[in-house]
């Protein structure tokens, strides 16, 4: 997707408008997974995934659904990436 220089990537994110407590569980089982699974849903279809999940790995966000993962997946990404 081509973007002007003055937009940011969080302009097209698929998240907007979405209740953002959705993304961030109390949790990550029972009751919480409906919500992560919600929340995932929402960034598999997203158009700037990629550019919110490079931004939370740089940013090394600590909480809640970036890019579609969570934070113990961005853990994992980040070993993985210093291998």
């Not at 220089?5 to 097209?12: A, I, K, L, P, R």
């Not at 409906?34 to 700037?48: M, N, S, Y």
């Amino acid at each position: 997707m081509k973007r002007g220089d003055d937009e940011h990537w969080t302009e097209y994110a698929a998240c907007r408008g979405h209740d953002p407590e959705l993304f961030y569980p109390v949790g990550f089982a029972g009751p919480a997974l409906g919500d992560l699974a919600r929340a995932k849903a929402i960034c598999a279809r997203c158009t700037v995934r990629s550019d919110c999940l490079s931004w939370a790995l740089r940013a090394g966000e600590p909480d809640g659904v970036w890019g579609g993962t969570t934070p113990e997946e961005r853990r994992y990404i980040r070993h993985a990436a210093v291998r």
